[in-house]
């Protein structure tokens, strides 16, 4: 017993002698917070997006949708430091060239502005450039209003008149060399797109009449020869898909399911073929929908929402909450708030991310949590790892906006806590099992 | 002769000093060397004119044959003693020896004529009878009161029967009727001195014995009604109580050594005792007008008391551990009786340094000691460092616990990737380890001044000051009683007999 107490107290002794072990622990660090500019004041977090062209990667951060402005971040690659620059702040809300943030931005490897290709660029949010109104849609710093349908622009008119609060954007990109940009605003109903390289939208009408929260969620899903565009619309546990083969784009179908359907909607390679899959939110779970089957199913307009007319083998897979090992709480966790498909062990297959920003977890309340989901053809879709941000606090809603950052070969996470003012990027996996001084 | 010899203030002196030379000359006599012996009795009687000198002398210059000198002590020795007992005897033998004087002459004449010229002729020695070459002795009897008449009888009968007063005692011939005090120049043999009624006192009587070539003293108390012997006890503790005939010790002590008196004789035990010695004890068996000398040698006892108190107002004093009790100012030494031999000693006292020394006990002996205790050298700013640097290394501890904590939980969730650098516990313990460096870095150095200024004391210890070692305190009466009158019911004593020792 003395023995062991002097071990104690030579240990004790030692170990508090060295304060910079804690920069020992800390750098680099396998959590990267992005640091909250000044100009951005609360809700900092709450929107995402990054928008990669090779190993140059831009993240932005915003604040509270509508109301906040975001804020561009260069982002390293693994070594330190992970973020190299921050950027002017964009899309403010005041002043005559006024931009209100969107509450799902879209990241845009390429993007024609003013005929001209621009990289690394996003879709932040609907607002006024001079005289058009539109979606705003900024590379580095060059920002652009983008048209948009009529009934979005007559909604906007009526904002900047004064006789409407403005409207929610939601929007979504593919990862391909020219993308394709997916917009939905639920005050006018509308879904919209933009063909690769193309500054012309395309509107996505369904072919019956929507619910309120039409466009709440939206994904782009790569497939051979084209796109199907998701369209959420969680006031009535619908998603409508419309595939679009560089023509015209065609109502592929209504799929219809538990509450809350597609209030979050993701895009991804996540199987073994080279289509991508669907994946989709409802209120208590999370859906896997093959994209090879979506890109075979035949049109099914006038269906019924539902999966019925999806041909079988189209869902993949289910996740739950209930897969979560630990003593994390699911009740209230917001499971699927957010939603993203990025390939965290660089297989090559993506791996389902989900966002539960009221997960209360490590002993905090509503600290929010990321958890990551791997599928494999043997096992299927399996909980792999539970990513939390160790100074969230409680209220911190970590996971409450995802996005993916593609960091040589691999991706790593973004996640905001907007309870928290913090937005974070997530190097390390359980899954991955490369060099990494981060992951050590 | 004889009164001037009783009525000399230091008698007993001179009388000693007369016996050593008899013995001196008759040690001469007995080893042959006559002209030696001769020469001490002469000279004897120069410093001492007591005739037995004289007689003894002519004995040693017959034995030498020097028969002029021989005949010239004797005359000198019936001159001085002209109631000499032996006269008749000491006249026929000086007549005898003229006769061999003068036969000696004609025969060195006739020795001159025959054998001229033979040289001087070797003085004849013509030998003694056995009984005329004995020694005489000095006898002194003594009465108190003196003026008492003295008869000396002789056994001239080997075979007469016992002395006997008032009857015809064949066989003892009367030498000698004086009045005391008296000296006689006696042979050798046994006598019986009778002291006749004298005023109020009842005759006293007693046989002697004279040996060849001493002095016998004899004393008669007459009050005693009876001979007496002489005891004295002398010994290593002058004062020691001396108790005779009295085990109990329920009188007071016969006398304090060196004490000698008039004894009755027989058996007496006597005990000697004083104050820190063990009891001596011894059983002596004295005949009349013996004088015998006890030489006591007194032992310590095995134990002594240690007295102890001290230079402050209350102290707690500790012998081998057990406690002795508290001693306080005004009162007296705490004593304890102890062991001889060295013991462990305890002293403290409030705000001082304690005492931890050993002392000897004298064996039979009181040694007072005092402690002299040093006040404690003042510890508060040792206390108040301690404090301090306790706080301090409290604190440091804590903080270095809190920091391992914060720290283990960040490597915890390093390892679970879940680590970001802002979080705020990083910054924390930091702090925290840079707050225990610091308190274990100046509570360490408050520890190191507390334990200097708790080790320094420029004060010297407390020591223990040892007294003069003192005899044990004499509870016994305070005055002896005096040689004189302590043994009231005997009534003469006398008899000379060193049948111990002498003095």
Known sequence: MPRRAGSVALALLVGACSWSRFDEVSEPAPVEVLERPSALKAGFGNVVAVAAQGERVRALVGGVPLASPAAHFELGFDERPGIQAVSAVVCESRGPRACFLATQPAGLRKFLLRGEEQERCFAVGLGRDDSTLGLQVRCDAVSVTQPVPEVVEAALTEVFEGAAEPPELFAASDREEEPTLLAATPRAKSAWFYPPLESVPQELVPPRAPGEQYGRAVAVVGISGGRIFAVGDPGKSEVWLYRWLGEEPEVLGCLGGAAGLGRSLAAGRIDEDDEEELVVADNGDVWILRGAALAAASPAPDEPCGVDWLPEGAELDRLTCDDVDGSHVCEGSEFGAALIVADLDGDGSGEIIVGAPGMSAAGKRRTGAVLVYDWSQEGGAAFADLRLLSSSTEGSRFGAALAVAPQRGRDVILAGAPGANKAALIYCSDLYTGESARCR | ?503
């Not at chain 2, 109990?248 to 004083?274: D, F, N, S």
């Open chain 2, 1 to 503: 002769m004889g009164e001037a010899l009783a009525a000399a203030p230091d008698a007993s002196a001179r009388l000693e000093i007369i016996r050593q030379q008899m013995e001196k000359g008759q040690a001469l006599f007995v080893t042959g060397k006559y002209a030696e012996a001769a020469e001490i009795f002469e000279a004897g009687f120069r410093e001492h004119p007591y005739s037995a000198f004289l007689f003894n002398a002519a004995v040693c210059h017959e034995k030498n044959g020097r028969l002029e000198l021989a005949v010239d002590a004797l005359e000198r020795y019936l001159d001085v003693d002209r109631e000499a007992p032996d006269r008749d005897e000491v006249s026929e033998r000086i007549a005898r020896l003229r006769a061999a004087l003068a036969e000696q002459a004609q025969a060195e004449a006739e020795a001159d004529v025959e054998a001229e010229p033979a040289g001087e002729a070797a003085p004849r020695s013509l030998a003694p009878a056995e009984s005329e070459s004995t020694m005489k002795s000095l006898v002194v009897i003594e009465t108190t009161p003196s003026s008492a008449p003295v008869q000396i009888y002789r056994l001239v009968d080997p075979e007469a029967p016992a002395f006997v007063a008032g009857r015809p005692n064949p066989g003892w011939r009367l030498v000698a009727e004086r009045v005391a005090p008296v000296s006689l120049t006696l042979a050798v043999g046994r006598y019986h001195v009778v002291v006749e009624k004298f005023r109020e006192f009842n005759r006293s009587e007693a046989d002697i014995v004279v040996s060849p070539g001493h002095v016998h003293h004899f004393q008669a108390n007459l009050s005693q009604g009876a001979f007496m012997a002489f005891l004295r006890v002398t010994g290593n503790v002058p004062g020691a109580y001396v108790y005779v005939d009295d085990p109990e010790q329920q009188r007071p002590p016969w006398g304090r050594v060196p004490h000698g008196e008039l004894i009755p004789p027989g058996k007496h035990r006597i005990v000697v005792e004083a104050p820190g010695y063990r009891k001596f004890t011894r059983t002596v068996e004295l005949a009349a007008s013996d004088r015998i000398e006890v030489a006591v040698k007194l032992v310590r006892v095995d134990y002594g008391v240690v007295k102890v108190d001290a230079n402050v107002p209350e102290a707690w004093i500790t012998i081998d551990d057990r406690p002795l009790g508290l001693w306080k100012r005004g009162e007296p030494a705490l004593e304890a009786e102890l062991p001889a031999g060295v013991h462990r000693l305890t002293v403290s006292a409030d705000g001082h340094k304690d005492l931890h020394t050993t002392f000897e006990v004298p064996r039979g002996q009181v040694l007072p000691v005092r402690a002299h205790l040093i006040p404690q050298y003042p510890r508060g700013a040792a206390w108040t460092q301690a404090a301090v640097a306790a706080a301090l290394l409290g604190t440091g501890t804590f903080l270095g616990i809190q920091s391992n904590q914060l720290h283990d939980e960040l490597r915890a969730d390093r390892d679970a990737g879940h680590l970001d650098p802002t979080d705020p516990r990083i910054d924390r313990g930091r702090w925290f380890s840079i707050g225990a460096n610091a308190g274990f870095a100046i509570g360490g150095v408050f520890a190191l001044l507390s334990t200097y200024n708790f080790v320094k004391d420029p004060y010297p210890d407390s020591t223990l000051q040892r007294g003069k070692r003192r005899e044990f305190e004499d509870r016994r009466a305070p005055a002896a009683p005096s040689a004189a009158g302590v043994i009231p019911w005997r009534t003469i004593a006398t008899g000379v007999d060193f049948t111990q020792e002498a003095w």
